[in-house]
């Protein structure tokens, strides 16, 4: 029985916006559709040498987001007005949260 | 515009999924194992002529360049090698020149089929490319005002 690891969150969690974007083909180019949602997460700084070098760029900020709530790769996180699009999962769901490294969009 | 013309050609050609048919990779999502995404690109092109009309009644000048341009048209997917070998062989069909008329382009025969994925790093996703010489027109309108009654002023500087 693995850990439910989640209840680690709550005393670092505070409110953000999450954009969950659907990505759909039309006339052969893809199109997003946003849904906004508020979650609540950990945000850090991340680790940029950590990042695989073919994603990092060094020019733009990276955050490292921790929450109970699903992140996919290509959505978007609003963090002190600043917009992050995440880049890379960790694999955390089965310890009760999800993780992800989120690249400053432009 | 070319692009959106090839990518007709090759939904029509090989009777492919429309949504799986993307031109460019702006802000695509990565292309997943399994799904048989299809997608075009340009590279370089090369304006061949030049062409101008204006139409007098409509008061419409037409600027048209004839282009000769190199497109890569990637297959992903199981079925990618599949697909590729396909097209190659559609290509000789009388669809193949009816689409070609259709769609207003004119697509060169293809010979070389080059498997990418070892050079995307990866070891499992197929990735098989085409690339083809398409030679198409382009053509921009300007509304320009017809000349009924000439001015015409002679300066003698005698």
Redesign the interface.
């Known amino acids: 029985m693995l850990p439910n690891m989640s209840g680690v969150l709550d005393a670092f969690a505070q409110a953000i916006t999450l954009k969950t974007i659907v990505q759909t083909v039309a006339n052969f180019r893809p199109v997003d559709t946003p849904t906004t949602t508020t979650i609540m997460a950990v945000v850090q700084p991340a680790n940029k040498e950590k990042i695989s070098p073919a994603l990092v760029d060094f020019s733009l900020d990276y955050i490292l987001v921790h929450s109970k709530s699903a992140i996919g790769i290509g959505d978007f996180v609003v963090y002190k007005g600043a917009t992050y699009k995440a880049i890379e999962l960790g694999p955390y769901a089965d310890y009760g949260f999800y993780e992800a490294i989120c690249e400053e969009s432009k | 515009m070319s692009?959106?013309a090839l990518?007709a050609y090759v939904r029509d050609l090989l009777v492919y999924d429309?949504?799986?048919?993307?031109?460019?990779r702006?802000?695509?999502?990565?292309v997943t194992s399994g799904r048989g995404y299809i997608l075009?690109d340009e590279l370089v092109s090369t304006p061949m002529g030049r062409r101008y009309a204006y139409n007098g009644t409509t008061e419409v000048e037409q600027f048209v360049l004839d282009v000769k341009g190199a497109f890569t048209i990637d297959f992903f997917g199981d079925s990618a090698a599949a697909n590729a070998k396909k097209f190659r062989l559609l290509q000789s069909s009388e669809k193949s020149f009816e689409l070609q008329r259709t769609n207003g382009i004119c697509v060169g025969h293809t010979t070389t089929i080059t498997d990418l994925k070892s050079l995307d790093?990866n070891q499992f996703n197929p990735r098989f490319q085409i690339v083809v010489n398409v030679v198409s027109s382009e053509a921009a309108t300007v509304s320009t005002l017809r000349i009924d009654t000439a001015v015409v002023q002679i300066i003698n500087n005698e």
């Open positions: 692009l959106d990518a429309a949504s799986l048919i993307v031109i460019g702006e802000n695509l999502n990565r075009i790093g």
